[in-house]
């Protein structure tokens, strides 16, 4: 079955950097896009970056773009996701998450990890 | 950027209603538009994908209509187990953008 498992997440200072984690199992992980998508203390949904199944294009909310770089390693089955400059706005759940992007599926993202939690604080 | 609106922001049920949440988009999504729902500790669940088809294990009761800019999910009677946030998300044609709607809370009259 699909596995997601983040890893990663921590307290650290403003203005300070953090890298997550998500390894990923039960699918081919190269041949599919993925997500990262946060979640602050009791807010909605906020998608953060997508990265394609090779690593060729990647795409950022305009709220990390510059801050934030999301990369893969398809020889791991590894998505990352590379924080820097975090502020106290970024506190929040991190979820690793496996678009569904088939020729039956555009729009959907078919399974998440638990989530890890990223805290900005001093 | 596209905006999503939903609609209510609450509603509030007795188990066996049938809910209806309503999905606006600021402009034309076509049909790029996925439902999720979400309980309090957990990741969220796809429901629905490409505004009408329904995710692997996904019950029948949960129905997803509307293209465009209009989009509706329906869950015809509910369980227990349905109470919980549902939140819609688009996808954008080129360059491959995802917002997600501020979510409809259904909770039990």
Redo the contacts between chains.
């Keep these: 079955q699909v596995q997601l498992v983040e890893s990663g997440g921590g307290v650290v200072q403003p203005g300070g950097s953090l890298r997550l984690s998500c390894a990923a199992s039960g699918f081919t992980f190269s041949s599919y896009g993925m997500h990262w998508v946060r979640q602050a203390p009791g807010k909605g949904l906020e998608w953060v970056a997508f990265i394609r199944y090779d690593g060729s294009n990647k795409y950022y909310a305009d709220s990390v773009k510059g801050r934030f770089t999301i990369s893969r390693d398809n020889s791991k089955n590894t998505l990352y996701l590379q924080m820097n400059s975090l502020r106290a706005e970024d506190t929040a759940v991190y979820y690793c998450a496996k678009d569904c992007s088939s020729t039956s599926c555009y729009a959907g993202i078919d399974y998440w990890g638990q989530g890890t939690l990223v805290t900005v604080s001093s | 950027?596209i905006v999503l609106t939903q609609s209510p922001a609450t509603l509030s049920l007795s188990p066996g209603e049938r809910a209806t949440l309503s999905c606006r988009a600021s402009q034309s999504?076509s049909?790029?538009?996925?439902w999720?729902q979400?309980k309090p500790g957990q990741?969220?669940?796809?429901l629905?994908?490409?505004?009408s088809?329904r995710?692997?294990g996904i019950p029948a009761r949960f129905s997803g209509s509307g293209s465009g800019t209009d989009f509706t999910l329906t869950i015809s009677s509910l369980e227990p187990e349905d109470f919980a946030v549902y939140?819609c998300?688009?996808?954008s044609n080129w360059?491959?953008?995802?917002?997600?709607?501020?979510?409809t809370k259904v909770d039990i009259k």
Aim: glycine share 6%; charged share 10%.
């Design positions: 950027e999504v049909s790029y538009l996925a999720y979400q990741a969220p669940r796809l629905i994908y490409d505004a088809n995710a692997t939140y998300q688009q996808r360059p491959p953008m995802f917002t997600f709607g501020p979510g």
